[in-house]
């Protein structure tokens, strides 16, 4: 069993920035995918950012040029830095680490923006 452990999340000021960290209780290199999602109160679950184990990057529209993610395959840590956030930003932020014959989620990190 895998586990991810998010941090990194609080409440920020419109406009402010935030790193979210995602540590992995194994290695993540080689890895399919990890990936940030964020789910919003009386919303579904959606894709904020992703990474391959290539490190080919994508990013939902709203986050473009704000949000990158990044890792650090010697801590097993997954990154996403935040900048500039806005109120429609507020959620709790899971991490995902997906491969070809598992797919494995975070408990969640709660990001706060207040206006």
């Known amino acids: 069993q895998v586990q991810l452990v998010e941090s990194g999340g609080g409440l920020v000021q419109a406009g402010g920035s935030l790193r979210l960290s995602c540590v992995a209780s194994r290695r993540i290199f080689g890895i399919n995918a990890m990936g940030w999602y964020r789910q919003a109160p009386g919303k579904q679950r959606e894709l904020v950012a992703t990474?391959?184990?290539?490190?080919?990057?994508n990013y939902a529209d709203s986050v473009k040029g704000r949000f990158t993610i990044s890792r650090d395959n010697a801590k097993n840590t997954v990154y996403l830095q935040m900048n500039n956030l806005k109120a429609e930003d507020a959620a709790v932020y899971y991490c995902?680490?997906?491969?070809?014959?598992?797919?494995?989620w975070g408990q969640g990190t709660q990001v706060t923006v207040s206006s």
């Open positions: 995902r680490e997906t491969t070809s014959w598992s797919d494995y």
């Open positions: 990474m391959s184990s290539g490190d080919s990057t």
